[in-house]
């Protein structure tokens, strides 16, 4: 009888895995990248894109055959828009961080709904149509806001509290400390640190038989399907 857990649970994952595949804007080339059961984690990086870091870390990823998720801000899509047409083009989920990085909160429902909605016409100008999740700036929506907002939240469940270190051994071990399967990493691609500290643990991960998705396939790999309103922190 103990045998046939582990052949439902291939079977199942195997499915997962297809129609997971078959959902997102997952190019065709990265359709065989999804074996089942597997242990998955997902890489986010906020407050870019950033000329001088982020294709450093776009190059190290495409080498290492990873896809990450990037949160990005609005304000800063005119000025490198060729990052992002290559983080799509290379199978990255993209997704909404404000106009600028303006903390979701406060009685000016307006302003904060135009600090995504200024964001989303920016990514379609340049991307076309699609769903571009939202990760609120320090993780923060005003209790019962998130429901207000048409796509996903994405909070995190590993901090290596890069951007305070500005150290790239200290910030990868942080993260190699808390990181489990499904788990959701919080980087800055605009620190040089962050950028070397998120391929060191990669290049350990995938050591240790880890597989790098974005946050749509990791929720998707578990079953989740993800709902418009409703915060996630972890696969
Ligand atoms: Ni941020």
């Known amino acids: 009888m103990r045998r046939k857990y582990p052949i439902v649970c291939l079977l199942l994952g195997l499915a997962l895995a297809a129609l997971c595949a078959a959902r997102g804007e997952v190019p065709a080339s990265a359709e065989a990248d999804l074996p089942a059961g597997e242990k998955y984690v997902a890489l986010t990086f906020d407050d870019g894109p950033n000329a001088a870091t982020t294709g450093r870390l776009l190059d190290g990823l495409k080498e290492r055959g990873v896809r990450a998720t990037f949160f990005l801000i609005g304000q800063k899509i ?21 106009w600028s990085h303006r903390k979701l909160e406060g009685p000016c429902a307006g302003q904060v709904e135009e600090e995504v909605s200024r964001t989303e016409e920016a990514l379609r100008d340049l991307l076309g149509e699609g769903e571009f999740w939202l990760r609120p700036p320090y993780g923060y929506v005003s209790e019962g806001a998130e429901k207000s907002f048409d796509v996903p939240l994405v909070r995190w469940s590993v901090d290596p509290r890069d951007w305070e270190s500005r150290n790239a051994e ?40 880890y597989w790098f998705v974005t946050v749509e396939e990791l929720l998707c790999l578990n079953g989740i399907d993800a709902e418009p309103g409703s915060i996630y922190r972890e696969g």
């Open 78 to 98: 005119g000025e490198s828009p060729e990052l992002v047409v290559r983080m799509a083009e290379e199978g990255h989920q993209i997704g909404n961080h404000t």
């Open 170 to 209: 200290q910030s990868a071990q942080a993260i190699l400390r808390d990181v489990k399967p499904n788990s959701i990493i919080l980087l800055h691609d605009i620190y040089p640190t962050s950028v070397e500290a998120a391929l060191r643990v990669v290049d350990r991960l995938q050591e240790e038989g």
